[in-house]
Nanobody, 130 residues
Framework: QLQLVESGGGLVQPGGSLRLSCQASGSTLSLYTIGWFRQAPGKEREGFACISMSGANVMYADSVKGRFTISRDNAKNTVYLEMNSLKPEDTGVYYC???????????????????????WGQGTQVTVSS
């Protein structure tokens, strides 16, 4: 059974940076496309980035493009999310999950939809505040 654990969240000032990790166990992460999602207080969970099995294909929502970078190290069974120039509106709980259905991850494709992902991690809190 694939298990995913997010880490690296915390409190950061606007304009700051954080690097999140999504570490897998119980299966080989390289077999799966992974999506990153976030949920702000009172808001619906939204996908904003994904990365294909090999890492060759990535996509970003317009809201994070140019600021966030997704990558993976399959040897370490880990997907990373580098977040720069953080804004207060980036605040929320960040999750990673495995794609189980729906569109493949391509640069010009749709943002990942929660209904197409499973094996959610527990999430890590990111708070951007002065």
């Amino acid at each position: 059974q694939l298990q995913l654990v997010e880490s690296g969240g915390g409190l950061v000032q606007p304009g700051g940076s954080l690097r999140l990790s999504c570490q897998a166990s119980g299966s080989t992460l390289s077999l799966y496309t992974i999506g990153w999602f976030r949920q702000a207080p009172g808001k619906e969970r939204e996908g904003f980035a994904c990365i294909s099995m090999s890492g060759a294909n990535v996509m970003y929502a317009d809201s994070v493009k140019g600021r966030f970078t997704i990558s993976r190290d399959n040897a370490k069974n880990t997907v990373y999310l580098e977040m720069n120039s953080l804004k207060p509106e980036d605040t929320g709980v960040y999750y990673c999950a495995r794609r189980t259905s729906g569109a493949l991850c391509t640069a010009t494709g749709p943002t990942p939809a929660p209904r197409n992902f499973a094996y959610w991690g527990q999430g890590t809190q990111v708070t951007v505040s002065s």
